[in-house]
């Protein structure tokens, strides 16, 4: 079964460029949610997708960052202006339901962001 | 959700066993425990999961005392690919648990040495 998958896996821009990840979850699972993981640190979730609704986004910085999913199956995540403070690694998460059973999350690899 | 506090790295040597101790003072009732495995330049991955006693699967054991105020990840025999950090979570169930937010600590990161 193919894993969660994520592109770029790394992105080099400067300060108040924008940028754009991209997520394919695995096929069949309803919920996908986004992390940041900046060095030293667990990740924090950022925004968390039921099909194409959002359940969460509580924790993301709406004056500069947007997610969007859809169709329900892939996922984008914008960061428009980017900060340094951005710098981190963007983890892609999927799980089969977001309720009942089956909810063990399966990671992505990752996009490593550095803002210079 | 209840805070967990858990060391911030420990050595070990191959073929070792490796205990990981988490304090979870504030768990609630209906929390259970949930231990995540990360290793460089990936995502984090579910090892093990438990409400009271003791678990084991064919990667690690999870001890919880009576009072369920910390927890135990037990990892037997390791070896040099167990380098990795290690996450305790506290929170509802990773199974029929509505929304199953995940919230990280900083982790324990276990390096085994040869």
């Known amino acids: 079964e193919a894993g969660v998958a994520q592109s770029p896996r790394y992105k080099i821009i400067e300060k108040r460029q924008s940028v754009a990840f991209w997520c394919n979850p695995i096929?069949?699972?309803?919920?996908l949610y986004w992390y940041q993981q900046i060095l030293g640190q667990g990740p924090k979730l950022l925004i968390q997708?039921?099909?194409?609704?959002?359940?969460?986004d509580s924790q993301l910085p709406k004056d500069r960052f947007s997610a969007e999913r859809l169709k329900g199956v892939d996922s984008t995540l914008k960061i428009q202006p980017a900060k340094l403070e951005d710098s981190a690694v963007y983890l892609c998460a999927s799980s089969l339901f977001g309720t009942g059973e089956q909810n063990e999350q399966f990671f992505g690899p990752g996009t490593r962001l550095t803002v210079l | 959700l209840a805070k967990t506090t858990q060391p911030i790295s420990m050595d070990s040597y191959e073929g070792q066993e490796v205990n990981i101790t988490c304090s979870h003072n504030n768990i609630a009732t209906n929390d259970y425990i949930t231990w995540y495995q990360q290793f460089p330049s990936q995502g984090p991955r579910f090892i093990i999961q438990?409400?009271?006693t003791k678990v084991t699967n064919e990667v690690a054991s999870l001890f919880i005392p009576a009072d369920r105020k910390s927890s135990t990840l037990s990892l037997p025999r390791v070896s040099l690919s167990d380098t990795a950090v290690y996450y305790c979570?506290?929170?509802?169930?990773?199974?029929?648990?509505?929304?199953?937010?995940?919230?990280f600590g900083g982790g324990t990161r276990v390096l085994v040495k040869p």
């Open positions: 979570l506290v929170g509802v169930r990773m199974i029929k648990a509505a929304g199953n937010k995940l919230t």
């Open positions: 438990g409400y009271k």
């Open positions: 096929s069949g699972h309803a919920t």
């Open positions: 997708f039921q099909n194409n609704g959002v359940v969460d």
